[in-house]
């Protein structure tokens, strides 16, 4: 989960993605962030995704566990 917090962090140093917990309900992730954080978790864990479940940090890091073990 390091890795996923340090690119949101890159993304979007101004949020707290800890602390936030409905990160696209919120505002605190708009629809080109979703675009790129897509291509980064596509490019650092090798998988393909559909842009869906990334309302939190949680959500996102269950996506990546489930397809990386697929």
Do not use: H
């Not at 101004?14 to 605190?28: I, P, R, T, W």
């Not at 393909?48 to 949680?58: A, D, K, Q, T």
């Amino acid at each position: 989960m390091e890795t996923l917090l340090k690119i949101l962090a890159e993304l979007r140093p101004d949020v707290d993605f800890e602390e936030n917990k409905e990160l696209v309900d919120s505002g605190e992730l708009d629809s080109f962030d979703i675009v790129s954080l897509v291509g980064e978790l596509c490019d650092e864990y090798d998988i393909e995704i559909v842009p869906e479940n990334f309302n939190s940090v949680e959500a996102i890091w269950a996506l990546v566990q489930r397809l990386q073990e697929d």
